[in-house]
C-alpha cells in the first residue's frame, strides 16, 4: 500500500475481534491523524463487531471533526446506531457543537430517545414513585428480579452496577432505569453475542480483554472465556445486558416495594459540622431556599463548607446533593442557583433532578472561588407534596464543578 488510501485500508483491516485491543485503538488514532475522508466510514462499517474500548475510541474520533460528527449523526439516524449508544457526556458535546449543522442535527436526533412504549409504562408506574412501598417486600421483589446481575445487602450477582452508590438518586430516575433501561446505556454495560469457528453462540457483557481472549459474563454471573482466534462474528445488540419488559413480572405495587427499599439501603449521608440535613419549607415570602447547610452530601470529594456554607471540591462524577422539599401549593417556581465558579472551572455541566424532570446548564464564570452569582437556570411547574431534589454533575468534570451556596425556588406571578 502507499499514501493515505492504502494507510486507511491496511489500518482499517488491524480493526476486528481477532486483533488485541491494544492495536486496534492504536490504528483508530492513527486514523484520526491522517485526516482521511474514507476513515469515518470505515469505523462505522466496524462498529456491529466492535468492543467497548473502540467504540468507545471510535466515537471520540468522529467528534474530532465537524464534518465526522455529521456522518456519525446520519448513522444514528439510519439506526445503524442507537441513540442509546452515545452516552450523556459525549451527546453534550454533539448538541453543543460549535459547528451550527452538527447542533442542529444532534437536537433532532436526540430530542426522542424513550420509545413510545417506554413512555406510556412509564406514565402508567408514575404512582410508584409518590405511594408508600414496603422495604421487607420490596427486598423479596429485588431478590426475584434483580439478583441475577446486581448484588445488594449480601444478596445477588455483582455483574450490573453496583446500586448502592445509586440508590439515593431520585425515585423519579430510578424508575426510568428500572423500565427503560436502554435510554442511556454505559457502554460497560452492553449486551454482546459472540460466535465461534464451531459455531456455538455466546451472550452477555464483555467483562475483560487480553491480547489472546476476551470475558462474557451472563446473567447469574456465568463466565465465558473465549480465545480471540476462536471467534468469528462478535456483534454488540447496543442495548443493555438488563432487559426491557420487567413491567412484565413487577407491577405498580411491587414497584413502589422496590423503590422504598432501594431507598433504605442506599449508602448514608456524610456527615459535617453544620450540614444538616432537613425539610425545606416556604419562607415567609413564598420562596423555597435550598441551602447547602440543608442537604445530603454524598461521594468522594464533595464536602460541606461551613466557614462559607457551601458545598465544595465537588470534583468526583459520584458527587451529589440531595435535598427533601416541601411544596405548599402546586405553580410554577423559577429555579435560581447560587454559586461560585472559578474561570479555570468554568464549562463543566450540571443536572438538577427536579419532580418536573431534569434542569440542566454549566458552571460559568467570571471570577473566583469568592465571587458568587445568582443565576436563573430555569422554570418548573411543581405539583404540591413533598418530593426529593438532587443535583450532580452532567459530564466530565473540570477541576471543580461550582461551590454552591443555595437552589431558590421563585413563585412566579400568576
Known amino acids: 500500500f502507499s499514501g493515505v488510501d492504502g494507510d486507511v485500508e491496511l489500518l482499517t483491516g488491524l480493526i476486528g475481534p481477532r ?15 491522517l485526516g482521511a475522508a474514507a476513515a469515518p466510514r470505515a469505523w462505522l462499517d466496524q462498529w456491529p463487531t466492535a468492543t467497548p474500548a473502540v467504540r468507545l475510541a471510535i466515537i471520540d474520533a468522529l467528534l474530532g471533526r465537524g ?3 455529521r456522518e456519525l449523526l446520519t448513522a444514528i439516524d439510519a439506526r445503524f446506531l442507537r441513540p442509546s449508544e452515545i452516552d450523556a457526556a459525549r451527546r453534550q458535546l454533539l448538541v453543543r457543537s460549535s459547528d451550527t449543522a452538527v447542533r442542529a442535527a444532534a437536537a433532532r436526533t436526540f430530542a426522542e430517545e424513550t420509545s413510545g412504549d417506554r413512555r406510556e409504562i412509564l406514565a402508567r408506574y408514575a404512582g410508584a414513585v409518590t405511594t408508600p412501598g414496603d422495604r421487607g417486600r420490596g427486598r423479596e421483589v429485588f431478590a426475584r428480579n434483580c439478583a441475577s446481575c446486581h448484588r445488594l445487602d449480601n444478596v445477588g450477582h455483582a455483574i450490573g452496577p453496583d446500586l448502592a452508590p445509586l440508590a439515593h ?10 423500565l427503560d433501561p436502554n435510554q442511556a446505556v454505559d ?18 457483557m464483555l467483562t475483560g480483554e487480553t491480547a489472546t481472549s476476551m470475558t ?3 446473567q447469574d454471573n456465568k463466565q465465558q472465556v473465549l480465545l480471540r482466534t476462536a471467534v468469528t462474528e462478535l456483534a454488540s445488540s447496543g442495548r443493555s445486558l438488563m432487559p426491557e ?15 422504598a427499599y432501594l431507598a433504605a439501603v442506599a449508602q448514608p449521608p456524610k456527615s459535617f459540622a453544620g450540614n444538616q440535613p432537613a425539610l425545606v419549607t416556604a419562607d415567609a415570602t413564598g420562596k423555597y431556599v435550598l441551602a447547602a447547610a440543608q442537604c445530603e452530601i454524598r461521594g468522594p470529594q ?8 457551601n458545598l465544595g471540591y465537588w470534583s468526583a462524577p459520584d458527587d451529589s446533593a440531595l435535598w427533601t422539599v416541601q411544596i405548599d401549593s402546586a405553580g410554577a417556581y423559577d429555579v435560581m442557583l447560587d454559586y461560585a465558579c472559578h474561570n479555570d472551572s468554568a464549562g463543566t455541566s450540571y443536572c438538577l433532578e427536579t419532580p418536573a424532570g431534569p434542569l440542566r446548564g454549566e458552571g460559568e464564570g467570571p471570577g473566583g472561588w469568592s465571587d458568587y452569582r445568582t443565576q436563573r437556570i430555569g422554570s418548573v411547574q411543581l405539583p404540591a407534596g413533598t418530593r426529593k431534589w438532587g443535583l450532580r454533575a452532567d459530564g466530565p468534570i473540570n477541576g471543580a ?3 454552591l451556596r443555595a437552589i431558590q425556588l421563585v413563585p412566579k406571578a400568576p
Open 169 to 178: 438518586k431520585l425515585p423519579e430516575a430510578l424508575l426510568a432505569a428500572i
Open 19 to 33: 486483533t488485541p485491543v491494544e492495536v486496534q485503538l492504536a490504528s483508530i488514532e492513527r486514523l484520526a491523524q
Open 245 to 259: 419488559g420487567l413491567e412484565q413480572q413487577i407491577d405498580v405495587p411491587a414497584m413502589a416495594d422496590l423503590l
Open 67 to 69: 464534518a465526522w460528527s
Open 302 to 309: 464533595l464536602i460541606f463548607e461551613p466557614e462559607f456554607g
Open 401 to 403: 464543578m461550582l461551590d
Open 187 to 204: 457502554p460497560r454495560y452492553l449486551n454482546y453475542l459472540a460466535i465461534t469457528e464451531d459455531g456455538r453462540q455466546f451472550s452477555g
Open 216 to 218: 462474557l459474563v451472563a
